[in-house]
């Protein structure tokens, strides 16, 4: 038996009727759903290494015809269900989100508090379309990867800044949304609004929100994600800001600072379209707050925003990988708010388009009252791709006048 051990490496699709091999790394895999694929062209030999390596017996020739021995496998997470359910290379051999299994493989990696599925957890930041080094840089820098895990931050968060409608908003969302998912706490403070409850005490009541997130992390023994938008006043140094609001907001700054340092279970995160030049020196030294560039999206980043923004939108439930990167292209100065906004009004607007145009005059008014109503269903027969890369240039002409948001000279700064 052992002799035969060495012989054979096999791919999964060219394997016998009857035959058993074990499947090597990489032959089996989540997605985000947490249901296993198998990869066809993953090899099989008869060398067992343990939890990677699982039991794959051939046992005909119909759809579904692998048997897979994943009782103790350990799966790990590899990629997103809708890229491969587009491929004939990977097999799903799961239809429900394997709960059970899941749970099973948490004994050894997560408490048992949280059966949820990382998958799930994580599912928000799926939709968030960003260079992986600069989304790696992020999650490590607000810990994400200790809460999912059920263990302490090692991080005490981040600055995102960086140029207008890139999705510095949406990622902080995001994050929030997946320390909830994790069973810790998200609270988002607005500046504004601190500010407002009584003139000039931003820092008291700062300080006071801050204090009650503590106490429910002190209750519940899990971290909490504090996160603030657009919080540009929080960040800037004294001498940057004019004389007026220095000590104002000066004093924020402080308490900012005093959690930061001494409260572990806290992981902050601010953003702000301001420079880094300006930002206060001692909140983000000595591994304070990591300052992230969040930088304007390359051109797969684009495409997969077309492709995502163009379903979620119902536009196009899918176009090809070709189509996306050449919508990308057509836009070459554009960050996803252009996308998810055009993507997001594109219907309502051809349809609007198509009504008036029955209207002998062109007025909506006229072919409102004269019951001119056409049917989304409608509206969707007329699209093609042809006319929405016309339309996303006439967008692009039509925009309105409004400079785009200044740079600020971050082209030249890399974050860290
Ligand atoms: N990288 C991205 N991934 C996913 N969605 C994005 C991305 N960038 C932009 N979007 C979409 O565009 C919308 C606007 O982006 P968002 O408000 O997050 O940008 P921002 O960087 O915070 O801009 P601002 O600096 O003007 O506040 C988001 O709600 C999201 O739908
Ligand atoms: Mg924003």
Redesign the pocket.
Known sequence: MMLEAFKKYKAIRNMDIGEEGYGQVGSVFRDEHDRLWLHLNGKVSKRYAGELTPLIRRTGNEANPFDVDTSDLFTPFAARSRNLERHADFLCLDEAPLVQKEEKLTRTHVSQTSPTPYGEMLAPLF????APEILNEVLIRTSVPEVLRQEKPLSSGVI?Y????????????AIADVYERAGAHAAELNVAALSEKYIGSLAHNLDAAIAEVIEKTAKSGRPAFIFL??ATSLVMSSESHNSSGADYYQEAVDVLKKYIANYPDLVFSI?T?ADPESFDDTLIRDGRLAPVR?PA?GRS?KAA?WR??LKKHEVFEEISEGEALQLADGIPNE???????FCKDYLARKKLAMETARAASGSLLESLAAGHFIGLDMVKKTLSLDTLMLDIQKALQLRPGKPV?AAMGFLKKSAT
């Open positions: 939709d968030i379309f960003m995102l960086g140029e207008g409608g890139t999705g510095k908003t949406a990622l902080q969302r938008d657009e953003t379209n969040i999206p980043e925003m995502f923004f960050k996803g708010a252009f996308i998810s906004r948001k």
